[in-house]
């Protein structure tokens, strides 16, 4: 079993408890060794809750202030004990542990131990969070990564898997372990895996053009439970053989799905489908092309009567097209450092990207259409 203190103050969501009910149970140690009596404060917004454990050890909070945060804490012989900082549920109630350290006993693990052969598996805390955008989803990948022996451990072969095919601009994000490395789609972690738990986090994007977006993916690890979050946007949609059960839910004033299943085997893909992804109705585009293809023919009539000038007027509308593209993708680059760091809502951001997409579709018609060689300087879309 890994050590409890690994898993002390991390807020686990649960729907076996009443909406808005927060359990914090405390032990010394070990999960066997329960403290009761014990008084633990809730501090929700800028008030604060004391409650006594039962004979269970545990402090049980109602009816907690939906979308507050909230921060559990305890001192047992004069060891502060606080759990992370969450927002309080609107729907279903939130169970963690508060762990003391027991004195009389040596240390549960030995991470300075030499490593061993072993396995690790994909804990329950891991997801896959989607996020859909203008023809694009957001892909997280947030790996619990739990070694559950008392040394460090080397799985036989390298922890490691490729992203989809499809995905683009993949990252590791920050607070993942230094273990991780990406190479291209390739990510890996490098053992041994020190005892308890090891966090990566990884985050592409998938084009969605038509609306819609297919992940098969495959972890070397066993998945102890798979989930996954959509963040739920008009008709979004999930499915996946892998989902047994999903479930809206409303969080900071959006809508999400939530889905859940069993054990997942290394190896084994996972299958997700996701509909409704925002995107733009196609017909404009190809009304913009027969227009481009419509100006590409007046134009061959025109140059069997005036060559030279044709020829010189199109070159000159190209190189104005041209110009005009390189403005369009440096402002739709732009845009996109802006919502990345915050600088811009996502109403705002969505309403100038489509304009900037729809502008760009009609001058790549032009350009697709139009006659002569493109200038040398071809800016951003070089």
């Given at each position: 079993?890994?050590?409890?203190?690994?898993?002390?103050?991390?807020?686990?969501?649960?729907?076996?408890?009443?909406?808005?009910?927060?359990?914090?149970?405390?032990?010394?140690?070990?999960?066997?060794?329960?403290?009761?009596?014990?008084?633990?404060?809730?501090?929700?917004?800028?008030?604060?809750?004391?409650?006594?454990?039962?004979?269970?050890?545990?402090?049980?909070?109602?009816?907690?202030?939906?979308?507050?945060?909230?921060?559990?804490?305890?001192?047992?012989?004069?060891?502060?004990?606080?759990?992370?900082?969450?927002?309080?549920?609107?729907?279903?109630?939130?169970?963690?542990?508060?762990?003391?350290?027991?004195?009389?006993?040596?240390?549960?693990?030995?991470?300075?131990?030499?490593?061993?052969?072993?396995?690790?598996?994909?804990?329950?805390?891991?997801?896959?969070?989607?996020?859909?955008?203008?023809?694009?989803?957001?892909?997280?990948?947030?790996?619990?990564?739990?070694?559950?022996?008392?040394?460090?451990?080397?799985?036989?072969?390298?922890?490691?898997?490729?992203?989809?095919?499809?995905?683009?601009?993949?990252?590791?994000?920050?607070?993942?372990?230094?273990?991780?490395?990406?190479?291209?789609?390739?990510?890996?972690?490098?053992?041994?895996?020190?005892?308890?738990?090891?966090?990566?986090?990884?985050?592409?994007?998938?084009?969605?053009?038509?609306?819609?977006?297919?992940?098969?993916?495959?972890?070397?690890?066993?998945?102890?439970?798979?989930?996954?979050?959509?963040?739920?946007?008009?008709?979004t949609t999930i499915t996946s053989p892998q989902i047994s059960n999903q479930r809206e839910m409303p969080a900071e004033g959006d809508m999400y799905i939530a889905g859940g299943g069993g054990a997942v085997a290394a190896g084994q893909p996972v299958q997700l489908?996701?509909?409704?992804?925002?995107?733009?109705?196609?017909?404009?585009?190809?009304?913009?092309?027969?227009?481009?293809?419509?100006?590409?023919?007046?134009?061959?009539?025109?140059?069997?009567?005036?060559?030279?000038?044709?020829?010189?007027?199109?070159?000159?509308?190209?190189?104005?097209?041209?110009?005009?593209?390189?403005?369009?993708?440096n402002e739709l680059v732009r845009l996109e450092q802006e919502r990345r760091q915050g600088k811009v809502d996502d109403r705002r951001?969505?309403?100038?990207?489509?304009?900037?997409?729809?502008?760009?579709?009609?001058?790549?018609?032009?350009?697709?259409?139009?006659?002569?060689?493109?200038?040398?300087?071809?800016?951003?879309?070089?």
């Open positions: 079993m890994p050590d409890p203190k690994q898993m002390s103050g991390i807020p686990r969501p649960v729907t076996d408890l009443p909406d808005r009910a927060i359990s914090v149970r405390v032990i010394r140690g070990s999960l066997s060794n329960n403290i009761t009596g014990q008084p633990v404060q809730l501090r929700v917004g800028s008030k604060t809750i004391t409650v006594k454990t039962d004979e269970n050890g545990r402090a049980e909070f109602t009816d907690v202030t939906p979308a507050e945060t909230v921060k559990a804490s305890t001192d047992v012989n004069g060891e502060h004990i606080e759990s992370q900082e969450f927002p309080a549920p609107e729907r279903g109630g939130i169970r963690l542990m508060l762990v003391a350290t027991d004195t009389s006993k040596g240390p549960a693990t030995e991470p300075s131990a030499p490593a061993i052969s072993g396995q690790v598996v994909i804990g329950n805390e891991s997801r896959i969070v989607m996020q859909p955008t203008e023809e694009a989803i957001d892909v997280y990948y947030l790996l619990d990564i739990a070694n559950n022996a008392r040394v460090p451990v080397n799985p036989p072969t390298m922890f490691a898997f490729d992203l989809p095919g499809g995905a683009v601009s993949p990252t590791i994000m920050e607070g993942s372990s230094p273990l991780a490395t990406l190479q291209k789609k390739r990510l890996a972690i490098a053992g041994p895996f020190p005892p308890g738990h090891t966090f990566v986090q990884v985050a592409y994007e998938l084009p969605a053009a038509d609306g819609t977006a297919s992940i098969s993916q495959a972890f070397p690890a066993n998945i102890e439970q798979f989930g996954v979050v959509v963040k739920k946007v008009g008709d489908n996701v509909a409704g992804i925002p995107h733009h109705n196609s017909v404009p585009r190809w009304i913009a092309l027969a227009l481009a293809v419509a100006i590409l023919c007046a134009g061959a009539w025109a140059a069997t009567t005036q060559e030279d000038t044709a020829s010189g007027a199109v070159a000159a509308e190209r190189k104005r097209l041209v110009a005009k593209r390189d403005k369009l993708l951001f969505a309403a100038r990207r489509e304009d900037l997409v729809a502008a760009l579709e009609q001058v790549y018609g032009a350009l697709d259409g139009g006659a002569g060689p493109e200038p040398a300087d071809r800016g951003l879309a070089a």
